[in-house]
């Protein structure tokens, strides 16, 4: 099929990637819709997208090539221990990963959507409807406009508009816990001595209650150290987390500061708390954890993609190359369409069932990594082994699974 009006609401990684791919597919007009004005802000900094991933999304034509990233190897998960400094590294693990810059990435996503594109910064989208019938949709705008066509993709995010009428009853559950996020420039880290930290290797520091991810990303000045620790229980210090709402950088109250720096003093081996404390309070900040499957993927002439489709909660490692996977399977839809009924099968047959099984996967290790948290100090790397493939439930791994050729080229009218 060729032609058609597409409108995109988001222009992150999901929106970028979905304008790129329409355009790519043939339509005869483009249009994204984002809210923020500018250059969109960083939150939080640091992203992982599985090897074997970013080899397919290359291949495909979804992930740019030449964007900044950083290799990772190994991940080793390290507990408190009276022996040393820097804990106890109980498990090895392998880790085929290369790590992102979120502001890096986003930039070379936007630079590569071609130029026929219409990327508009500073439209708030307020609603999507059908329109002509359910032959069109429209959308209306912060400024009282509206606008039609023929496809309007919600690639909007987690707290999603277009989400809301494409599945009304579903919003993102509270997991229960939060996170916190930093970054810091790597040269820092001459201050406590890098001799525990190869530069290929993700460490996970473990303690009853949570668990800390700390690695090397890229930078737009060499490289940064990134870290995300979730504990609970969440601190009381005044967080709404009934809904989704997040903190960002700068917004760490003092109160919240005292209560990571008691976390860092009990539970964490020293080394690994003196890495976090060379955070800037500017560059710490705190999300609350959220997970949600969206049931319905498309409405009409309405498609969700990437984070408004479904919320998966970050331990699974795959939001930006789910994203990315979207935008290839909505692709590869379109090229077998004759029709939009046969774009939007297309895309539901091969993206539908792929988010919940993220979102089911996420949760399990939520569960296991922070909710419930296991003996870390007595574990050995068998125990560690059998604990994990327990949370993988028979999922191959992390980082997402690879889309299956048959499912994402499928022919949608048989
Ligand atoms: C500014 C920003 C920074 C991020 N930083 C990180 C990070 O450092 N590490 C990480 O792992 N993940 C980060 N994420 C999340 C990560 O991008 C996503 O989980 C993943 O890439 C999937 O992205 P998405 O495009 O589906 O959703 P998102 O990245 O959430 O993008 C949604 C986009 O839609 C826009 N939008 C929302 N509502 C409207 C509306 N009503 N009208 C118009 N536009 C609207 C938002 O401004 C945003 O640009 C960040 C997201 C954003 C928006």
């Known amino acids: 099929m060729r032609g058609g009006t597409v409108t995109v609401v988001g222009g992150s990684i999901a929106g970028c990637a979905f304008a790129s791919a329409a355009a790519r597919a043939g339509a005869d007009a483009v249009t994204v819709l984002e809210r923020s004005e500018g250059r969109l802000a960083d939150r939080g900094l640091g992203l992982c997208v599985h090897d074997d991933r970013a080899a397919e999304l290359t291949a495909a034509g979804t992930l740019p090539p030449g964007i900044a990233a950083h290799r990772l190897a190994r991940r ?70 509206v606008e039609a066509g023929d496809l309007v993709v919600g690639a909007d995010g987690y707290r999603s508009v277009v989400r809301r009428a494409v599945s009304p009853d579903s919003r993102p559950d509270y997991a229960g816990y939060i996170c916190w996020r930093g970054n810091f420039d790597a040269r820092r880290l001459a201050a406590v001595g890098e001799e525990h930290w190869p530069s290929e290797a993700v460490t996970t520091v473990c303690f009853e209650g949570g668990s800390c991810v700390v690695y090397r990303i890229p930078g737009p000045d060499g490289l940064r150290v990134n870290w995300v620790l979730y504990a609970v229980p969440p601190p009381a210090a005044g967080l709404r987390l009934d809904d989704p709402t997040s903190f960002p950088p700068g917004r760490v109250t003092a109160e919240l500061a005292v209560g990571l720096t008691a976390l860092l003093d009990h539970a964490f081996p020293p080394y690994w708390a003196r890495v976090l404390a060379l955070t800037d309070p500017e560059d710490t900040f705190v999300q609350p954890i959220y997970d949600l499957e969206t049931a319905p993927i498309t409405a009409g002439r309405l498609l969700l993609a990437g984070d408004a489709a479904t919320v998966v909660r970050p331990h699974n490692t795959s939001g930006a190359a789910k994203a990315l996977q979207d935008a290839t399977a909505f692709e590869a839809a379109w090229r077998s369409a004759a029709t939009w009924d046969e774009v939007l099968h297309g895309y539901r047959s091969a993206r539908g069932a792929a988010g919940r099984e993220l979102v089911a996967l996420a949760r399990r290790l ?9 003996p870390w100090s007595t574990m050995r790397p068998g125990d560690a082994h059998a604990w994990w493939q327990d949370q993988l439930g028979g999922a191959p791994g992390i980082g997402g699974q690879a889309m299956c050729p048959a499912t994402a080229a499928q022919d949608p009218r048989h």
């Open 76 to 145: 080793r998960w390290v507990v408190r221990d009276p022996a040393g400094p820097a804990g106890r590294v109980f498990w090895d693990q392998p880790f085929p990963f290369h790590s992102y810059h979120w502001g890096l990435l986003w930039q070379g996503m936007r630079e590569a959507t071609p130029a026929s594109v219409d990327y508009r910064h500073g439209v708030t989208v307020t609603g999507v409807a059908a329109a002509d019938g359910g032959d069109r949709a429209e959308v209306h705008l912060a400024d009282g406009g």
């Open 366 to 374: 939520g569960r296991a990594q922070v909710e419930r948290t296991p």
